[in-house]
């Protein structure tokens, strides 16, 4: 036995017989306290290249020791083990000053609908995410429409102008099919305060000007301009004209008729002492065998009517051409002094070219200033126009009206537009000739 053997066994207070090193150890008492840990590896199976004391990697400040269990808050509840969540492997768990807090009140997404936001994106805060409304479904990832190869990224899109109205879903403007669209930096650029001309818009390419219409010279476009201008002159000078053809013809047909009288009125007023000065009877053509036509003789008819209840002078005007063989004042006079008027008492006016011939001649020529006017229904207020224009004092009996056709009602509108220009200036007519009295002898006008 060594020496260290006996000292052993004398400081147990107890003497052994010497025997084999393993009895010896199983028998060695173990020294209260020093117990191994359960589950701790004995020091000579341990590994080798054991770190030393020194260089063993010390505790943060602040961390728990392995044997302090971190306390739950009060009201916190810890989730089941099969809940917790597994961090993927190859992650790395970040640090207690980067971890990111979620606000209170946010949901926490689900495993599979975790978006990473792309380097550089800011965080959209809680207050501005829209919220979906209620019972609208999220769109899945899978079902996104993804934006076409070669469209430009959400950073060179064009930007609205504060306060301009995006387009409804329907109002929107398609490119046709084919048409590519142009990218921002070919688009020119049009200096501040220029006008943008329609020239310079870019129609597609299905609806491009054909050949066939290539730009005009300056030359033929000055013409088309002129045309143009002359075209819209045209009809606003054609517009004034057919109202004032309307004006015209409507004040004398409503104005002057109120002086038109039948036969019967006539003879009452003369019964009441109303004094004229004569019948003043307007021509009109005759047959080529020297008799009247049908209206000259219902014009004829009606002066015999009249002369028949109260006599007095009748003044015919009408056309008599220079060489004698047209002469409507003559064929006039043989029927009424055929129809029984005296011929002293008929008058005879050879230069009653026109209606405003045969009125002007019967003021300024024959001087009268009251007469009862006898002419067809369609024509009398014309004549009754022009002797009021000039200053006399008329009235007048309307004969029937037999063949009046449209071609003469055309005529007679154009013509009340022409008497009504000729009695704002009243020109003299072709042939004015020396004063007639009416108080002498008709047979004295039977000639030129």
């Not at 809940?83 to 790395?92: C, F, K, V």
């Not at 550089?120 to 809680?126: D, K, M, T, V």
């Not at 007469?371 to 369609?378: A, D, F, G, L």
């Not at 056709?405 to 003299?428: H, I, M, N, Q």
Request: overall charge positive; some cysteine.
């Amino acid at each position: 036995m060594s020496d260290t053997e006996e000292k052993r066994n004398d400081s147990a207070g107890e003497k052994r017989p010497l025997g084999d090193a393993s009895e010896a150890e199983e028998k060695k008492p173990v020294r209260e306290g020093k117990k191994r840990p359960e589950g701790r590896v004995p020091s000579e199976e341990r590994r080798p290249g054991r770190v030393p004391p020194g260089e063993v990697r010390r505790r943060p400040e602040g961390k728990a020791p392995s044997g302090e269990i971190r306390r739950l808050p009060e009201g916190e509840r810890r989730a089941p083990e099969g809940e917790s969540r597994r961090r993927p492997e190859g992650e790395r768990r970040a640090p207690e000053g980067e971890s990111r807090r979620r606000p209170e009140g946010e949901r926490r997404d689900p495993e599979g609908e975790s978006r990473r936001r792309p380097e550089g994106e800011r965080r959209i805060p809680p207050e501005e995410v829209r919220r979906r409304p209620e019972g609208e479904r999220r769109i899945p990832p899978e079902e996104v429409r993804r934006r076409p190869e070669g469209k430009a990224p959400s950073g060179e899109i064009r930007r609205r102008p504060e306060g301009e109205r995006r387009a409804p879903e329907g109002e929107r403007r398609r490119r046709p099919e084919g048409e590519r669209r142009i990218p921002p930096e070919e688009v020119r650029r049009r200096p501040e305060g220029e006008r943008r001309r329609p020239e310079e818009w870019e129609e597609p390419r299905e609806r491009r000007r054909p050949e066939s219409r290539k730009k005009q010279s300056p030359a033929k476009k000055k013409w088309m301009k002129f045309l143009k201008i002359s075209l819209i002159t045209l009809g606003i000078l054609f517009l004034l004209f057919v109202m004032g053809t309307l004006a015209v013809n409507g004040y004398m047909l409503v104005v002057d008729r109120r002086y038109v009288k039948t036969v019967n009125e006539w003879h009452d007023s003369m019964i009441d002492g109303e004094e004229i000065d004569c019948i003043f009877v307007l021509g009109c053509s005759v047959n080529p065998d020297r008799t009247p036509s049908a209206a000259l003789k219902t014009r004829l008819d009606r002066v015999w009517d009249l002369y028949k209840l109260s006599p007095h002078k009748v003044l015919v005007s009408g056309d008599h051409s220079a060489d004698g063989y047209y002469n409507e004042v003559r064929v006039m006079k043989d029927y009424l002094i055929d129809k029984g008027i005296p011929s002293e008492e008929i008058f005879i006016d050879h230069y009653g070219f026109s209606t405003y011939d045969s009125i002007y001649r019967a003021y300024f020529t024959f001087g009268v200033r009251r007469m009862t006017i006898v002419t067809e229904n369609s024509h009398i207020c014309r004549a009754l126009f022009l002797a009021s224009a000039i200053g006399m004092e008329a009235d007048g009996v309307a004969a029937e009206n037999t063949n009046i056709t449209g071609t003469w009602e055309l005529r007679e509108v154009l013509a009340r537009d022409k008497d009504f220009l000729a009695s704002l200036f009243w020109p003299k007519p072709g042939y004015d000739g020396d004063s007639i009295s009416l108080s002498g002898n008709g047979d004295d006008t039977n000639e030129r």
